[in-house]
């Protein structure tokens, strides 16, 4: 685990991968409720009035909430550019 990560997740992002958006809700329900879960927890973490160790963790798990969105919108970045380059392809070919 590198500084950063350890920093800013509290754990890899290899794990945040494989516990969050490989796990039975994101398959399920998709990565979208996973987010809304770890904010929710995050939330409610932070009414029942946080320790500093506690603000820590959300901090943490408010940044994992933030790398999953952002593989979301990477993946739909690639997926939307594949889509471009068939149509073009398919477009040559006609």
Same mark, same amino acid.
């Given at each position: 685990?590198? /500084? ?18 490989? +796990?039975?809700?994101?398959?399920? +329900?998709?990565? /979208? ?6 904010? +929710? ?11 500093? *160790?506690?603000?820590? #963790?959300? *901090? ?9 969105? +952002? ?5 739909? #970045? ?7 380059? #068939? #149509? ?7």
């Amino acid at each position: 685990m590198t /500084e950063f990560e350890t920093k800013c997740y509290g754990m890899t992002e290899g794990q945040i991968r494989t516990q969050y958006m490989e +796990s039975l809700t994101a398959k399920f +329900s998709g990565q /979208e409720m996973v987010v809304m879960g770890i904010l +929710s927890d995050c939330q409610e973490m932070l009414a029942m009035g946080a320790g500093p *160790r506690a603000v820590e #963790h959300v *901090r943490q798990q408010m940044n994992v909430a933030k790398f999953i969105l +952002s593989e979301m919108m990477d993946d739909r #970045h690639l997926a939307n550019n594949a889509k471009k380059v #068939h #149509h073009v392809k398919v477009k040559e070919s006609v």
